[in-house]
Structures are given as structure tokens and as C-alpha cells.
């Protein structure tokens, strides 16, 4: 199977920096989009920024000019840098995937994977 594993979460000040990593191992096929999704206390999950395999990308209003999203394919691997971080950004935040993946003779997906989440917390 394919799994993804997320790096960079963390405390900050407000107006601060992070960085925020993700990469997918396992036996890869193919990637098609990913993306950064966050999920704050008593809200549903919403789509942070997404990237497509030939980097198109997608951002929420909330963020845009502020956070960037890039991807390196042939590593398998999703950034998200965020700048300029404010209270409200505060959230768990998701790697996402879309992900074929080779299962003996077949190729099988693709599936929408998820990483386990990684905390951000922004502080006054």
C-alpha cells in the first residue's frame, strides 16, 4: 500500500512562517493531484490548496497571497509554505493524494489517500 507522512506542523506566532511537507511511499503508479486540506474545531474540512500533476494549482480565498503550494513528482513529495500566518489559520492540517499504485500484476486506483494530520497552532 501507499502511505502519506507529514512533516512541519508546529507553534508560531502570528505573522510567522511554516513549512509544511508531505511525501508519498510505497509501490507508486502514478500521482495526480495533491493537495493541503485543514480542519479547525467545530468545522468541516475544507480544501486548502491543491496542485495538479502539471502544476496547475488552486488556492482558498482565505490564503491566497500568503500560502504557496508546490510538488516535486518525481520524489512523490507536496510542500506547503505558508507565510504571514494568522489566528484563524490555526487547524489540523491534511496531505491529500490521488494515488494508482501497482498491486502484483495490476495497477490498481487511483484512490484519494490521506496523511494522519499535523497540527498548527498560531498564536497572538
Known amino acids: 500500500q501507499v502511505q502519506l507522512v507529514e512533516s512541519g506542523g508546529g507553534l508560531v506566532q502570528a505573522g510567522g512562517s511554516l513549512r509544511l511537507s508531505c511525501a508519498a511511499s510505497?509501490?507508486?503508479?502514478?500521482?495526480?493531484?495533491m493537495g493541503w486540506y485543514r480542519q479547525a474545531p467545530g468545522k468541516q474540512r475544507e480544501l486548502v490548496a491543491g496542485i495538479s500533476r502539471g502544476g496547475s494549482t488552486n488556492y482558498a480565498d482565505s490564503v491566497k497571497g500568503r500560502f504557496t503550494i508546490s510538488r516535486d513528482s518525481a520524489k512523490n513529495t507536496v510542500s506547503l509554505q505558508m507565510n504571514s500566518l494568522k489566528f484563524e489559520d490555526t487547524a489540523v492540517y491534511y496531505c491529500n493524494a490521488d494515488v494508482a499504485y501497482y498491486s502484483g500484476l495490476y495497477i490498481r486506483g487511483p484512490n484519494a489517500l490521506w496523511g494522519q494530520g499535523t497540527q498548527v497552532t498560531v498564536s497572538s
Open positions: 510505497g509501490s507508486i503508479y502514478r500521482i495526480n493531484d
